[in-house]
């Protein structure tokens, strides 16, 4: 069940690094370069992390088709009809929510200590789509300029953490923390969350000396 979960992770991400290859005006190559980025980066750096080999792609042929297949479906969905609104942004936290609770998983898997666990969850999410977007030419990175994104992994990654020292099973536990991921990313979207920045911050430190 839990593989499942994590093809279907695997797939939104595979579609928003194709959304993102179209907004940014790429050939369909740019455009499977992207997808392949957006899915398996993260997975990759956790492996390598942990010390896991062979890495977790390099035999899976069915997760590598399921990539490709995506990719190439979502390209052809863009040549006949219009990008919806928004629809990056779904798939991505689609994507991040999963990915981030699988990473959760592989990490106790592991043996890693509870707070390893939560740091590798994090990586897991989001090293996909920092390199997606940074190879699409956006700096800063989705992650550096929308907070409630890696936070939206942290939450996930300890509640995962959480409901399995709680004796939950491996599917609820994945799916409800997978929940919180997808309600934080798309509750802070559509209603314009962010935590204060820098500027603004600052903004207001001299507005209280001016008063």
Partial sequence: MLHVL???GVAAF????VLAAYRANMDPFGGLVLAFAASISGGTLRDV???RRPLYWTHDW??????????VGTMIYLRFWQLPHKSLLVVDAIGLSVV??????????????????????VLTGVAG?????????????????????????LAGGCCYLLLYHLGTGA?????????????LRMGAVYLGLHLPRSQQLRDRRGQQHSG
């Fill in 6 to 8: 994590y093809l279907v």
């Fill in 14 to 17: 595979a579609a928003s690094g």
């Fill in 49 to 51: 992390i942990l010390d």
């Fill in 62 to 71: 069915v997760l590598l088709t399921v990539i490709i297949c995506v990719g």
């Fill in 100 to 121: 981030t609770v699988i990473g959760a998983r592989a990490a106790i898997d592991a043996g890693a200590t509870p707070l390893a666990v939560i740091i590798l969850a």
């Fill in 129 to 153: 789509e920092v390199i997606r977007d940074v190879l699409c030419g956006e700096f800063p990175p989705l992650l550096l300029r929308e907070d409630v994104y890696a936070i939206a992994a």
């Fill in 171 to 183: 599917t609820p536990a994945a799916a409800i923390s997978a929940g919180v991921v997808f309600a």
